[in-house]
Nanobody, 124 residues
Framework: QVQLVESGGGWVQAGGSLRLSCAASGRTFSSYAMGWFRQAPGKEREFVAAITWSGDRTYYTDSVKGRFTISRDNAKNTVYLQMNSLTPADTAVYYC?????????????????WGQGTKITVPS
């Protein structure tokens, strides 16, 4: 069992930055690929970014490429999402997820554990 706890959400003006953190506890964190998803009001949960267990490869949805950066620190059992140049379209609840595999997927059903989510609001 893995427990995931996100932090770092909040309110930020358009063009601003935030860094989300996801702290993991339980089984060996470095064995998991990690991902970030988001869900805006009235919309389905969508893939944002993912990283392999070793951190050597990262993946992004097109809308965040060049603005968001996913990283991990296996010594701290933590994965991060640095978000720059935020826009109102980024407003959503952001979820951290862990997958018992090396290469992460882009679909929610490919992940085994989920955090409770942290809300980000970028007003228009």
């Amino acid at each position: 069992q893995v427990q995931l706890v996100e932090s770092g959400g909040g309110w930020v003006q358009a063009g601003g930055s935030l860094r989300l953190s996801c702290a993991a506890s339980g089984r060996t964190f470095s064995s998991y690929a990690m991902g970030w998803f988001r869900q805006a009001p009235g919309k389905e949960r969508e893939f944002v970014a993912a990283i392999t267990w070793s951190g050597d490869r990262t993946y992004y949805t097109d809308s965040v490429k060049g603005r968001f950066t996913i990283s991990r620190d296996n010594a701290k059992n933590t994965v991060y999402l640095q978000m720059n140049s935020l826009t109102p379209a980024d407003t959503a609840v952001y979820y951290c997820a862990a997958a018992i595999r090396d290469v992460p997927g882009r679909s929610w059903y490919q992940y085994d554990y989920w955090g409770q989510g942290t809300k980000i609001t970028v007003p228009s």
